[in-house]
T-cell receptor
Framework: GQQLNQSPQSMFIQEGEDVSMNCTSSSIFNTWLWYKQDPGEGPVLLIALYKAGELTSNGRLTAQFGTTRKDSFLNISASIPSDVGIYFCAGQPSGTYKYIFGTGTRLKVLA | GAGVSQSPSNKVTEKGKDVELRCDPISGHTALYWYRQSLGQGLEFLIYFQGNSAPDKSGLPSDRFSAERTGGSVSTLTIQRTQQEDSAVYLC???????????FGPGTRLLVL
């Protein structure tokens, strides 16, 4: 099935560092969602974005809905060991109810 | 309130057997989605239910896969004559409507031997 281009695929960072990941699409999206998935669990919603240009924070997490409506990024500041997991973006194309998911960014934090 | 629940959490079956996976969405959520997640991959859309409307089955990979939603609440995903390539995590998500954000269940991990 169709998937978004999410990068990077994986990251190894030191505790305390900032992290940035992004998703791009060839389609215009109405909604961008960012999820985190821990091993053996379902994805948990982190941030939802509904308007182009919207910048939303959730604690140490910040995400933005790109002004072209074809991209979004997620930043994590001052990473901690529990940030380890897989981060997925998901976008809802204009005029549809389906969500298209990115392939995930696997984050590992070294203490 | 309670989140999305799925059962069983793990299922091991033999090739050729049928399996049924269950999803209990959040109460009041009219939209329900099924996804498949293969090892190390993203989520693949399977099927979407919205209220009493006909479901969107466009993501089902073959006619061995079917799903139903009874009374607009609980949903069952059935895989007939399972194959080894069906091994994956099957995730269910629900939302108030298709314009609202989805909340996921913990998934059912299916292993076909």
């Amino acid at each position: 099935g169709q998937q978004l281009n999410q990068s990077p695929q994986s990251m190894f960072i030191q505790e305390g560092e900032d992290v940035s990941m992004n998703c791009t699409s060839s389609s215009i999206f109405n909604t961008w969602l960012w999820y985190k998935q821990d091993p053996g669990e379902g994805p948990v919603l982190l941030i939802a974005l509904y308007k182009a240009g919207e910048l939303t924070s959730n604690g140490r997490l910040t995400a933005q809905f790109g002004t072209t409506r074809k991209d979004s990024f997620l930043n994590i500041s001052a990473s901690i060991p529990s940030d380890v997991g897989i981060y997925f973006c998901a976008g809802q194309p204009s005029g549809t109810y389906k969500y298209i998911f990115g392939t995930g960014t696997r984050l590992k934090v070294l203490a | 309130g309670a989140g999305v629940s799925q059962s069983p959490s793990n299922k091991v079956t033999e090739k050729g057997k049928d399996v049924e996976l269950r999803c209990d969405p959040i109460s009041g959520h009219t939209a329900l989605y099924w996804y498949r997640q293969s090892l190390g991959q993203g989520l693949e859309f399977l099927i979407y239910f919205q209220g009493n409307s006909a479901p969107d089955k466009s993501g089902l990979p073959s006619d061995r896969f079917s799903a139903e939603r009874t009374g607009g609440s609980v949903s069952t995903l059935t895989i007939q004559r399972t194959q080894q390539e069906d091994s994956a995590v099957y995730l269910c998500a629900s939302s108030y409507s298709h314009t609202e954000t989805q909340y996921f269940g913990p998934g059912t991990r299916l292993l076909v031997l």
